[in-house]
């Protein structure tokens, strides 16, 4: 399985971004997916999971709920992040992820075994 995530930058508080992952060598829409980040000197967090079928299953992590949103497309292979409102305490990398099995629905980094590279949001204040 090879994750290509892109769409990372820089922006002012309050602006937005949309973080997309590519997805290939794996039967895509059989699995959710999951969006995670890590800042600097912390640990990776979860930030947003989507089930197999899409906007139908969605989970958020408390810190960005009503401002981020998930979303996949099947026919592409991607998965995609809006972020909006964002804020100085939103930077970090960001990291696209497959769980280990297609059932798996999950917010915990254990659960997920194939990582995009990542890709860096910076925002300034």
């Known amino acids: 399985v090879q994750l290509q995530a892109s769409g990372g930058g820089t922006v002012q508080a309050g602006g937005s971004l949309r973080l997309s992952c590519a997805a290939s060598?794996?039967?895509?829409?059989?699995?959710?997916m999951g969006w995670f980040r890590q800042a600097p000197g912390k640990a990776r967090e979860f930030v947003a999971a989507?089930?197999?079928?899409?906007?139908?299953?969605?989970y958020y992590s408390d810190s960005v709920k009503g401002r981020f949103t998930i979303s996949r497309d099947n026919t592409k292979n991607s998965v995609n992040l809006q972020m909006n409102n964002l804020e100085p305490v939103d930077t970090a990398v960001y990291y696209c992820a497959v769980p280990k099995a297609s059932a798996i629905f999950s917010m915990s980094l254990r659960d997920y075994e194939y990582w995009g590279q990542g890709t860096q949001v910076t925002v300034s204040s």
């Open positions: 060598g794996r039967t895509f829409s059989s699995y959710g």
């Open positions: 989507i089930g197999r079928s899409g906007g139908g299953l969605t």
